[in-house]
């Protein structure tokens, strides 16, 4: 299935990043969430087109404090900014500007004019967005951090697997040296008794010939 990129607006807060996915009833959806990168992917349902994308943030942000939430024609995302003293990003992206990534007008304040905004409450909810049915991110990704440990824990079981196998071969190796070993020493031990029976049967023959020789 051929995956498209869907039309995205933004703007921006002191604290936030107020994110728009333009979709309509999103099916399938997969969203992850780290410090520095955030990707998207979810099929339209309408006309069932794959869509997805992924993007590094010009500066960090906090995971673990952000939301999102599915809506009828959008998917919404209020991303928490990790330096909230910082000024205002100069683009979304790190590598600049994207053609499908427009300015959300509607919710646009210039970082001169955002003081003047409101009150405190403003601040923790500075696009006046019904946050109820939000969700947080870490209930639906794994954080970079979770992600670090996941990778150490699979970097960890390789090791032991490798360690495992190391001791499963030499363990092996060592078995066979030892049937070899023994295999040996059994064909030493046949070699010897085979020259015993043969010296006992010269010894035999020696005897007879010293008896006939008597005889005459």
């Known amino acids: 299935m051929t995956t498209r990129v869907p039309n995205v607006i933004w703007c921006q807060r002191k604290k936030f990043i107020y994110l728009k996915v333009l ?5 399938d959806e997969k969203i992850n969430l780290t410090t520095t990168h955030f990707s ?7 006309n069932k087109i794959a869509y997805g994308f992924e993007i590094e943030f010009s500066n960090e942000v906090d995971p673990k404090t952000s939301k999102w939430s599915i809506k009828d024609r959008y998917v919404d995302f209020l991303i928490t900014k990790k330096d909230v003293t910082a000024k205002y990003w100069k683009y979304l ?3 600049g500007k994207k053609h499908w990534i427009k300015v959300d007008w509607d919710k646009y ?3 001169s004019d955002e003081s003047s905004e409101g009150s405190d409450d403003s ?12 969700e947080n991110f870490e209930n639906v990704e794994n954080s970079e951090e979770e992600e670090e440990e996941k990778e150490k ?9 490798e360690k495992e196998e190391k001791e499963v071969k030499e363990e092996k190796e060592e078995k066979e ?17 085979v020259k ?15 008896e006939k020789t008597e005889e005459k």
């Open 153 to 161: 824990e699979i970097e960890e079981k390789e090791v032991k697997e």
């Open 40 to 46: 998207f992917k979810g099929v339209g349902s309408i």
């Open 23 to 27: 979709l309509t009833d999103v099916k």
């Open 109 to 111: 304040v210039d970082e």
């Open 123 to 134: 601040e923790e909810n500075p696009m006046n967005l019904d946050l109820n049915d939000y």
């Open 93 to 95: 992206c790190k590598d």
């Open 177 to 193: 040296e030892k049937e070899e070993k023994v295999e040996k020493e059994e064909e030493e031990k046949e070699k010897e008794e």
């Open 196 to 210: 015993e029976e043969e010296k006992k049967e010269e010894k035999i023959e020696e005897e007879k010939k010293e």
